[in-house]
C-alpha cells in the first residue's frame, strides 16, 4: 500500500486528462473527447510510454499504455502530482496497462474508463525464474481474464469522478502450496480543478494473503484520501484509517494492529517544504513463541521543517558515485537550517504476559547549523558533531523502568547514566550541542 500501482497512476493521468471535455451535446462532447485524448497519448509519447494495439470506434478507444523509459516516466509523473522515484519508475519498465474508453455510456458519465495490467514489469518475471512456470501460468490468466481492473466513470460537468476496482478473490497453486489473494469493497471518488485531481477519496473493505500456516495477512475497513492545498504538488493534507491489521506466520508470529490513523500535512513557502506527521494507534499486539505484548494508546507526532524541495529533487536525480555533486548539494540542501521535531512519542500502557503497567513519551528536536560543512565532515566526521544540535525529553512509569533494568545491557546504561524521579516516573532530559552532551543537566562529554 505504500506504493502506487502501475494501472492506478495511469488512472489519475487519464482522470487528469479529461478535465476538458464539453457539454455542448453528445457528438460535440464526444470529438472533444477524442481529440484531448489524441493529444494526452501523444504527450504520454513523448514522457517515456509507448501507445499499443490502438483500435478506435465512434462511442469507444481501445489502447495498451507501456512503461519503457523509467527516467523520463517518473519525471513526467512527478509534475503531475504522482511522486515517482526513478528507482521506483524502474521497477515497473515493461508493465503494459489496458485501457478501453466508452464515451456517455449512461446518464451519469460523460467517459468511463476500465484500466488493467495485460504486461507484469520485467523485473518482476525475471525474479520469478524458469522456476515458478506454474505461478507464472496463473498470473498470465489472471491478466487474460482483467483480473485486476478499475473502472472509472466521470461526470456529465467532468468536474467529478468515481470508480470501484474489481472485487478479486484468486487461489494460485504451486507445488502443492496454495496462496488466496481477496481484495473487495475497494471504490473511490474526487473532483478536478484546473485539469488536475484535486481531492481524492477511497474505501476499502477487504485485502488478503493467505499461504497457510506459513503467512496470513488481512487488512479490514480502510479508507483515507487527499486533497491539494497550494499550487504546488507538494502542498498537500492526506489521511487514512485502518480498523484492523492482522499478521501471522511461522513460527508462532502474530501482529494484531486496530484502529490505526494517519494525517500528513505538507506545505510550501518559498521553496522550502514543513511536512507534519499525525499517527496513533489504539492497539498493537505482538506475540511470538511464548510471550505476548501489547501496546495500547501509541502516538507518533513528526515535523520537518525548511526542507529545500529543489535540492532535495536534485540529491533523488544525482548518481550515487558522485560524490563531489552530493557533497555540494548536501551542503546546500543543511544551509536552509533543517529542523527535526518530534512532538510526541508515547504509549499510554503496555502489557506483558498479562501484566499492565503506564508507558512512556518522549519529545526532542534535532537541527543543523547553517554552517555545517559537508565536505570537511566527509573528511573528519566527528566536525558535523559541532553543528549538530539535539534536545530530548524522555518520561517513563516506575514499573516500566523496573522491567528495562532486568536487562544487563540497559542496567549498565542506566546505572552509568542514572534518571531523575520525578512523580512517579523516571525522567532523561538530554542535551547536545557544539559536541556537548549533558544528562539532567549534568555534562558527560
Do not use: C
Request: charge should be negative.
Amino acid at each position: 500500500m505504500g506504493k502506487k500501482l502501475g494501472f492506478g497512476i495511469i488512472g489519475l493521468i487519464l482522470i487528469a486528462a479529461a478535465y476538458s471535455f464539453f457539454t455542448h451535446g453528445s457528438a460535440q462532447i464526444i470529438e472533444n473527447a477524442k481529440q484531448h485524448l489524441n493529444t494526452q497519448l501523444a504527450t504520454l509519447e513523448q514522457s517515456g510510454f509507448s501507445i499499443k494495439e490502438r483500435k478506435s470506434e465512434k462511442k469507444t478507444d481501445h489502447f495498451v499504455i507501456s512503461f519503457d523509459d523509467p527516467q523520463k516516466v517518473s519525471r513526467y509523473l512527478n509534475t503531475q502530482g504522482a511522486e515517482m522515484t526513478q528507482e521506483e519508475a524502474e521497477a515497473l519498465k515493461g508493465l503494459q496497462v489496458g485501457v478501453d474508453a466508452a464515451y456517455l455510456p449512461d446518464s451519469y458519465s460523460a467517459l468511463s474508463l476500465d484500466l488493467y495490467p495485460t504486461a507484469l514489469p520485467k523485473s518482476m518475471m525475471e525474479d520469478l525464474g524458469d522456476e515458478d512456470k506454474k505461478l507464472i501460468a496463473a498470473i498470465k490468466k489472471m491478466l487474460k481474464e482483467k483480473a485486476f481492473l478499475i473502472h472509472i466513470d466521470f461526470n456529465k460537468m467532468l468536474s467529478g469522478f468515481k470508480g470501484y476496482v474489481k472485487d478479486i478473490n484468486k487461489t494460485v497453486t504451486d507445488d502443492g502450496e496454495s496462496v488466496n489473494i481477496a481484495a473487495n469493497g475497494m471504490t473511490f471518488k474526487g473532483d478536478i480543478q484546473q485539469g488536475k485531481v484535486h481531492t481524492f477519496s477511497q474505501k476499502i473493505a477487504l485485502i488478503s494473503l493467505d499461504a497457510g500456516k506459513a503467512l496470513e495477512v488481512n487488512a479490514s475497513n480502510i479508507v483515507g484520501g487527499y486533497s491539494m492545498t497550494g499550487k504546488t504538488p507538494y502542498d498537500i493534507t492526506s489521511h487514512y484509517q485502518i480498523r484492523s491489521v492482522w499478521v501471522q506466520a511461522e513460527p508462532s508470529f502474530s501482529l494484531n494492529a486496530e484502529n490505526i490513523e494517519n494525517e500528513t500535512k505538507n506545505s510550501v513557502h518559498n521553496g522550502l517544504l514543513k511536512s507534519t506527521i499525525r499517527t496513533k494507534a489504539e492497539k498493537i499486539a505482538i506475540a511470538q513463541a511464548q510471550q505476548k505484548d501489547t501496546i495500547e494508546r501509541v502516538r507518533l507526532d513528526f515535523n520537518v521543517d525548511h526542507l529545500d524541495i529543489a535540492v532535495l529533487e536534485a540529491l533523488q536525480k544525482t548518481d550515487p558515485e558522485d560524490e563531489a555533486h552530493i557533497q555540494a548539494l548536501t551542503q546546500q540542501l543543511l544551509s536552509k537550517g533543517i529542523t527535526l521535531t518530534l512532538s510526541d512519542f508515547s504509549a499510554g500502557r503496555i502489557i506483558q504476559d498479562g501484566t499492565a503497567m503506564d508507558g512512556f513519551d518522549m519529545n526532542g528536536s534535532l537541527s543543523v547549523d547553517s554552517t555545517f560543512n559537508a565536505a570537511a565532515a566527509s573528511q573528519n566526521p566527528l566536525l558535523a558533531l559541532d553543528a549538530l544540535h539535539v534536545q530530548t525529553h524522555v518520561s517513563i512509569s516506575n514499573e516500566l523502568y523496573a522491567l528495562m533494568v532486568q536487562d544487563p545491557r540497559a542496567m549498565i546504561m542506566m546505572m552509568m547514566l542514572p534518571p531523575a524521579s520525578q512523580k512517579g516516573k523516571k525522567i532523561y532530559d538530554i542535551h547536545f550541542s557544539k559536541g556537548k552532551l549533558s544528562v539532567n543537566g549534568k555534562p558527560i562529554l
